[in-house]
C-alpha cells in the first residue's frame, strides 16, 4: 500500500478541509410539511387551528400567498413564506412572540 501511495498520490491543490457543514437544521427536515394558501383574513388554517399571520417588515400581509406549514415532533408549528420563518406556534396554534419580535428587532 505504502509502495502504491508513493507512486499514485498527488498532493492537495489546496490546504483544508472539503467538508461543508450542512446549514439546514434536521427540525425542518424530518417534519411533516404541507402547503396552504393565506385567507383573507391573513390567516391559515391547518388540522383544525386557525393561524394568525403577524405583522411583518418585509410584506404588509400574506394574502393569497402559499405558505408552507412545518409540523414538529413536539407538535409545534412553523410558517414558511420560501425560505423565509414568518412566525411560530405551541401545539395548540397559539402564536408565539418570540419570532415576531426578532422579525422586528431586525429592521
Do not use: W
Amino acid at each position: 500500500m505504502a509502495q502504491h501511495n508513493e507512486r499514485f498520490a498527488v498532493k492537495a491543490a489546496e490546504d483544508g478541509s472539503a467538508f461543508v457543514p450542512y446549514a439546514t437544521p434536521l427540525d425542518d427536515i424530518l417534519c411533516v410539511e404541507e402547503e396552504r394558501i393565506v385567507g383573507h383574513d391573513n390567516t391559515v388554517r391547518y388540522e383544525g387551528r386557525v393561524l394568525q399571520i403577524p405583522e411583518a417588515r418585509h410584506r404588509h400581509h400574506f394574502v393569497k400567498a402559499k405558505v408552507k406549514v412545518h409540523e414538529y415532533a413536539d407538535g409545534s408549528l412553523a410558517l414558511f413564506h420560501g425560505p423565509r420563518r414568518i412566525a411560530d406556534y405551541d401545539a395548540a396554534g397559539t402564536l408565539l412572540q418570540d419570532n415576531a419580535s426578532k422579525e422586528k428587532s431586525a429592521a
